[in-house]
């Protein structure tokens, strides 16, 4: 025990691991055992390679003393940039590029402002945060009806690109969820603004 105690004084990162067999723990005996099952690690591991590219240079910025407020907003906005482009005809290798290159400007715009204006990037951040997110939720501003035909042919041509579009197509799935949900509530909101507590 003496031995484990100094161990763990010396490098105080364990201190996450053991939090994590912890929370393992707690949630395989309060979920009777479906926590570790196949299907459900399956679904929690099909989301680490997106995720841990992000948590990648977050954390190089946070190293750095720096932090990144944009990413999510940036995570979102690029796949649906390469589906829209896909639904323009542009072939897959080329969208894919220029999504990333999208996503690389932005970093990039990030990084200049910080340094060359001397602004905190928290702020600089704070504000590409909302840019990127404007960005993405202005595709929901076209006519309802052209929207889903618009989404439905950028996915259709992302599951004809196979494993290598599976990625995109999940968020660039997530981002159309929230654009139907949004629309589905304003069209509550309209038809019954007499009883707002209904809508």
Do not use: W
């Not at 990413?71 to 990333?100: E, K």
């Not at 840019?131 to 996915?155: E, G, I, K, M, Q």
Request: net charge positive; proline share 4%; charged share 15%.
């Amino acid at each position: 025990m003496k031995k484990f105690l100094k161990i763990y004084m010396e490098r105080p990162e364990l201190a996450g691991l053991a939090l994590l067999v912890l929370l393992t723990i707690f949630f395989q005996l309060k979920s009777g055992g479906v926590f570790l099952n196949g299907t459900n690690l399956q679904g929690m591991l099909s989301i680490l390679p997106e995720m841990t590219l992000v948590a990648l240079g977050v954390t190089i910025l946070m190293i750095c003393g720096e932090f990144d407020l944009s990413v999510g907003s940036v995570f979102a906005l690029t796949p649906m940039a390469i589906a829209i482009m896909l639904n323009g005809g542009i072939p897959f290798p080329v969208a894919l590029f220029l999504g990333l290159l999208l996503a690389a400007g932005i970093g990039f715009a990030n990084g200049f402002i910080t340094i060359r204006f001397s602004i905190p990037s928290f702020i600089t951040t704070l504000g590409m945060l909302f840019v990127a997110r404007s960005l993405t939720v202005d595709f929901r501003r076209l006519p309802a009806a052209a929207a889903h035909r618009y989404s439905d042919l950028a996915v259709q041509r992302l599951r004809g690109a196979g494993q290598r579009g599976a990625h995109v197509l999940r968020v660039a799935g997530a981002d159309r969820a929230c654009i139907g949900g949004h629309d589905v509530a304003h069209q509550f909101r309209q038809l019954d603004q007499g009883h707002r507590r209904a809508a």
